[in-house]
């Protein structure tokens, strides 16, 4: 059984950068795809991007590139997404997913002055 | 603004079968796969439905998946008080917004 397990909530000042973590457990993580997933607060799901580490290869939405990195250490098993230039309209709880299934517990991300 | 489009409530009797649309285009639910997931408040959400129409082990069969041109639809049978929550609906998606796309969501109440 996958798990992933997320870093704790983060308050940043806008224009700062805020970078998450997400380790998994209970599977191979060369077989993995962690895609990270946004929530605002009250709002539906929107998706940041994702990585295949056995390839070291990420993809991310056009709404992000060039503000969004995500990286993988196989040597831990965590995942992070690390969004800079942060503004009031990225606070959100973001979660990391592998495949479709299984799910971190989401880390919010409050940004303000 | 969500990419496919659902409504944003829906309701039901215990007992009753509701079901829940989401529409896309050809570039999305035309042409590719269809995911559901519920949310309960304050939770991540849980896949109820992969490749339009499978279960994930766990997922009572009251929960089911089709699909129809550019829209899909999930449809819950037997509904029970345990079934309230945020529905949502996921498509791969050929644009430039990405390889996934969401629907806004679907808050279901159970009168």
């Known amino acids: 059984q996958v798990q992933l397990v997320q870093s704790g909530a983060e308050v940043k000042k806008p224009g700062s950068s805020v970078k998450v973590s997400c380790k998994a457990s209970?599977?191979?993580?060369?077989?993995?795809?962690i895609t990270w997933v946004r929530q605002a607060p009250g709002q539906g799901l929107e998706w940041v991007g994702r990585?295949?580490?056995?390839?070291?290869?990420?993809n991310y939405a056009q709404k992000f590139q060039g503000r969004v990195k995500i990286t993988a250490d196989k040597s831990t098993s965590t995942a992070y997404m690390e969004l800079s230039s942060l503004r009031s309209e990225d606070t959100a709880v973001y979660y990391c997913?592998?495949?479709?299934?299984?799910w971190g517990q989401g880390t919010l991300v409050t940004v303000s002055s | 603004q969500s990419v496919l489009t659902q409504p944003p409530s829906a309701s039901g009797t215990p007992g009753q079968r509701v079901t829940i649309s989401c529409s896309g285009s050809?570039?999305?639910?035309?042409?590719?796969?269809v995911y559901w997931f519920q949310q309960l408040p304050g939770t991540a959400p849980k896949l109820l439905i992969y490749?339009?129409?499978q279960r994930p082990s766990g997922v009572p069969d009251r929960f089911s998946g089709s699909k129809s041109g550019s829209s899909a639809s999930l449809a819950i049978s037997g509904l029970r008080s345990e079934d309230e929550a945020d529905y949502f609906c996921?498509?791969?998606?050929?644009?430039?917004?990405?390889?996934?796309?969401f629907g806004g969501g679907t808050k279901l109440t159970v009168l």
């Open positions: 050809s570039s999305n639910i035309g042409s590719n796969s």
């Open positions: 990585i295949i580490p056995v390839l070291a290869r990420s």
């Open positions: 209970g599977g191979t993580f060369n077989s993995y795809t």
């Open positions: 996921a498509a791969w998606s050929d644009s430039l917004n990405g390889p996934e796309v």
């Open positions: 997913r592998d495949g479709f299934e299984y």
């Open positions: 490749r339009t129409n």
